[in-house]
């Protein structure tokens, strides 16, 4: 018996390495530090529990840096109204979001503007953070 329990726990921490990933909002981000960015997509990575776009923004000087946005799962996305096929790389968005706290070019993305116009609260359902949307 304690064979089989020794077998099992490879698969129990496996199981449990994507629940690590996830955070509350003060976690890694500041409330108190609102940005909006405007850029041009250049990569999405839809996981979970967080998604990830990757925009490539126009500073004030001329130069541009890429920009990574966290938000909600894949599945939150969706029933909110953003399908993967609604964007592509190079479309432009405009991101409202909060900055992190270590500095690093990385936003909470909690709303989103698609390039059809359309409005998506990005936020992660339940992560504490501004305009928490405990149901998405």
């Known amino acids: 018996m304690k064979l089989a329990s020794l077998a099992a726990l490879p698969l ?12 509350s ?5 500041d409330g108190k ?3 909006r960015l405007v850029g041009k997509i250049s990569r999405i990575e839809w996981t979970n529990p967080h998604s990830y776009f990757y925009l490539d923004v126009t500073g004030r000087d001329g130069k541009t840096a890429t920009w990574a946005c966290e938000s909600g799962g894949p599945g939150a996305l ?4 953003w399908k993967k096929g609604d964007v592509k790389i190079g479309d ?3 991101v409202d979001g909060y900055l992190a706290k270590d500095g ?11 390039p ?5 609260y990005g936020g992660t359902p339940g992560d504490g953070g501004p305009g ?5």
């Open 104 to 114: 690093a070019r990385l936003i909470d993305a909690r709303r989103l503007k698609l």
């Open 12 to 23: 129990t921490l496996l199981a449990a390495a994507p629940a690590l990933a996830h955070h």
């Open 33 to 35: 530090k609102p940005v």
């Open 92 to 94: 432009t968005l405009i």
């Open 78 to 81: 969706s029933r909110r109204g």
């Open 116 to 120: 059809d116009g359309r409005q998506i």
């Open 25 to 29: 909002f003060s976690a890694e981000f």
């Open 132 to 136: 928490d949307n405990a149901n998405g």
